[in-house]
């Protein structure tokens, strides 16, 4: 049995929207940009973004493929971009019904899961580079720490975020995994990474 | 999928076609043409600013779009940093090198006019190492091991070629510090925000040329970079076959099987001694190896001297030891001496005093072996490896300042 999923309509443009999965907290109309928050009662606009460009890019929105065997597709994505460049978060959903992040930063590749941790986590003015920081129950060796914005977003996400806010984040290594904490307005965000190997994402129709 | 993704772009600028390696890691690049400097993250491609043609040049042989062979892996100059670091006294200057190879993996190749080249790998040490900890002078613990920071500086970038993997800009800095235990060596840099780990290895002036295959264009200068490497592997397979003749010298005299021996003291009655004691009987051979004869005697006051002879087939004579009194006690002195007989068969060892018969008994121990290698033979000969070895590492030094000479035009080859 083929779950229905709703729709809805863009409160800009009017283009009817499909949301890909029960969990949309976040949609961006494909057609004008708008981005909208997703809720029980409705869509709350946030207002426009300038849609994300790509010099290269190793995924793209609605993009397929699969990952270590497991097919999925990309349901959305958010960019961070820090002073030195960006990175992408894009947020996938696999056949199987299960959802995961896949973070691209540099070329390299995080299949991700996120937690919060708003209790657990030091203040970030505490992070130094080369220090340990206690992040919940795991100790994280700090590698990078900075201030992003988020650029803005595409598709659809699993949460509520204000395209143009700003975040603290800081970067760690925990026994090889890979650790990025985000210091948000609604709270500390942790996403601890495996590294993935390109031979192991096969995505179709490469771009 | 494969990991290394070409593109090219036009130069918001210039108009000039520029080909990114990696595109899906590049962020910034730096036009051929005009040396605009142009950030990829952003829509249309902002300029951030021009660099120049012609200023900090690189001085050694490397340039961008070169193609070495590192670790059996193909790799590609696709950028390059000129660093500056001064004091109160002078300035100095490094280039590092971004090289990509064709499964997408990124290597730094640093290069210093003073210090030579280096392999840079980024590598997550087991254990935090902290800038506080990187004092020149003071050793930090990576993993098991205690390195010793031998110099710490902070960088400028003074000038960009080629592709970055972020948006490096002209007047960034960066603190640095380098490390080493022996043959390791480990580099570290970090501003406020970032801190990155390098494992490197010093990369010699052959072993780069052989790198880039830089003497295929300079025969040769080749041909004296491949013969200093064959006089390199000659000397040390000499110095090896010296250890080895060593260490034959000391296991040598435990090669070998005993012959015969007396069965504790045989006592010499004195009137017997000038006519000659035969002390034992013994079947000798010809061949590899030789004879060892040991013998201690009591020799009692008044006797001169004792020999030991050997007495052979067809009447063969020889004296193997003579044992010579010295002083006035009644003194145990031992001897040892070595030989090799002509022809196999069955000899007598007969013991005879010289002169007047002594006043007392005295009393012989005796023991024959045969060994199988003389130890000095194994010394000799490994001196002699050692030497030629020695000789051989040299000139192989002396074409390698040849190739190199003639590589790089100096005088004075």
């Known amino acids: ?207 | 999928m494969a990991k290394l993704r070409p593109k090219a772009l036009d130069c918001p600028s210039c108009g000039a076609s520029i080909e990114v390696r990696n595109a899906v890691r590049a962020k910034s690049v730096v036009c051929g043409t005009c040396t605009a400097q142009i950030d990829l993250t952003k829509p249309g491609f902002e300029i951030l600013g021009k660099l120049g043609a012609g200023r900090e040049p690189p001085t050694g042989p490397i340039r961008l779009g070169m193609h070495a062979n590192v670790g059996g892996k193909e790799h590609e100059v696709i950028g390059r940093l000129r660093l500056r670091e001064s004091d109160d006294e002078e300035t100095w200057f490094w280039d590092e090198w971004l090289m990509v190879s064709e499964d997408g993996s990124y290597r730094w190749l640093s290069e210093d006019p003073e210090k030579g080249w280096g392999i840079d790998e980024p590598f997550v040490p087991e254990t935090p190492v902290t800038p506080a900890d990187l004092v020149e002078g003071n050793r930090v613990r990576i993993g098991d091991k205690r390195v010793l920071v031998r110099e710490r500086g902070r960088g400028e970038i003074a000038h960009i070629e080629g592709e970055m993997t972020w948006r490096a800009r002209v007047g960034d800095r960066v603190d640095y510090a380098d490390a080493t235990l022996g043959l390791h060596g480990y580099a570290f840099e970090w501003t406020n925000d970032e801190f990155e780990s390098f494992t490197t290895r010093e990369v010699s002036r052959p072993e780069l040329w052989a790198m880039f295959g830089l003497g295929r264009s300079q025969p040769e200068a080749t041909a004296h970079h491949e013969r200093s490497q064959a006089l390199r592997r000659s000397a040390t397979v000499l110095f090896v076959a010296a250890l080895l003749a060593f260490g034959v010298a000391l296991v040598a005299p435990f090669l070998g099987s005993p012959v015969s021996r007396s069965d504790g003291g045989v006592s010499l009655k004195a009137a017997d001694v000038q006519h000659g004691i035969q002390l034992g009987e013994v079947q000798l051979e010809k061949g590899l190896g030789f004879y060892v004869f040991e013998a201690a005697a009591y020799m009692p006051r008044g006797m001169e001297s004792y020999d030991i002879e050997l007495e052979g087939p067809g009447s063969s004579k020889a004296t193997i030891v003579r044992f010579q009194h010295v002083g006035t006690s009644h003194d145990r002195e031992s001897a040892t001496e070595r030989f090799t007989v002509s022809e196999p068969g069955v000899y007598r060892i007969v013991l005879r005093g010289q002169e007047k018969t002594p006043a007392q008994d005295g009393q012989v121990e005796w023991r024959l072996h045969r060994r199988l290698l003389v130890p000095r033979w194994f010394v000799l000969a490994g001196i002699a490896l050692v030497v030629l070895s020695l000789w051989t590492f040299f000139q192989s030094r002396k074409e390698a300042m040849i190739a190199s000479s003639l590589y790089y035009g100096e005088e004075g080859a």
């Open chain 1, 1 to 207: 049995m083929a779950l229905e999923t709703p729709t809805l309509n863009c409160p800009s443009c009017g283009a009817s929207v499909a949301l890909k999965h029960r969990n949309v907290k976040l949609a961006v109309c494909e057609f004008c940009q708008q981005t909208m928050h997703v809720t029980r009662d409705g869509v709350d606009p946030t207002g426009k973004t300038a849609p994300l460009t790509d010099f290269a890019a190793v995924l793209a929105l609605n993009a397929r493929g699969k990952l270590k065997g497991r097919g999925f597709s990309t349901a959305g994505r958010l960019r961070f971009e820090y002073g030195a460049g960006y990175w992408d978060e894009w947020f996938l959903l696999f056949d199987d019904g299960t959802e995961a992040w896949l973070v691209e930063d540099e070329g390299d590749l995080l299949l991700a899961r996120k937690t919060h941790v708003s209790q657990d986590a030091p203040p970030f003015s505490s992070l130094r580079v080369g220090h340990y920081a206690t992040i919940g129950e795991t100790q994280v060796v700090v590698t990078e720490r900075g201030t992003a914005t988020i650029a803005g977003g595409e598709g659809q996400l699993p949460m509520q975020v204000r395209p143009g806010a700003t975040l603290e984040y800081a970067d760690g290594n925990a026994g090889g995994s890979v650790v990025m904490v985000e210091y948000a307005e609604d709270g500390v965000e942790v996403t601890v990474g495996e590294p993935v190997d390109y031979d192991d994402l096969d995505v179709e129709d490469e771009f």
